[in-house]
């Protein structure tokens, strides 16, 4: 095995090993505002906010609205708080699952062939970051996956390229 492979190897079992996770605090709770940028084809701003209020222990509602127009209404609930283990409810069938860690909370899922990440990150008491980074599975680029000449196998790796980005800092109303 090369040094750049077992370093790559030594990294995610370091990541899936020694995570901090730990419950939601309560410095996430309440009204967060900023501007949303779209990055795709071409670039967008339109208003964002972001709502959390707690709703029994390890409950939240979490209500996003992007514009005048659309706004979504989920739950969030907490699985194992010493694992960082939640769910996402879309109060439609949907429920997600997400991890929290390191003031961040990730979830990664698909729909209809594309491949999402979001996260959301406490960047203080008064800063929220939000992003969420979309690719096509169908665009999928693979390499790897042969032996080298010593015979050593190299792990076939797909990479995506990326199709819409979105950002924003929300600041917490007062």
């Not at 505002?33 to 906010?49: C, F, K, R, W, Y």
């Not at 003031?103 to 960047?123: A, K, M, P, R, T």
Request: hydrophobic share 40%; proline share 3%.
């Amino acid at each position: 095995m090369n040094r750049k492979y077992k370093l790559t190897l030594l990294m995610l079992s370091l990541a899936l090993g020694n995570t901090s996770a730990q419950e939601l605090p309560l410095a996430w709770t309440g009204r967060w505002a900023g501007s949303l940028e779209i990055v795709g084809n071409g670039t967008q701003h339109i208003p964002m906010s972001l709502v959390i209020k707690p709703i029994h222990d390890n409950t939240w509602s979490w209500s996003i609205q992007y514009g005048t127009l659309d706004k979504r209404d989920y739950t969030l609930q907490a699985l194992d708080t010493s694992g960082g283990r939640f769910l996402i409810d879309e109060g439609n069938s949907i429920v997600l699952d997400a991890f929290y860690a390191m003031d961040c909370l990730n979830s990664i899922f698909e729909v209809e062939g594309s491949l999402l990440h979001s996260q959301y990150c406490l960047l203080n008491d008064t800063l929220l970051g939000f992003e969420i980074s979309m690719a096509r599975r169908s665009d999928a680029k693979s390499t790897g996956g042969r032996a080298t000449e010593e015979g050593e196998l190299i792990p076939a790796v797909s990479s995506f390229p990326l199709l819409v980005s979105q950002k924003a800092i929300l600041r917490r109303d007062p």
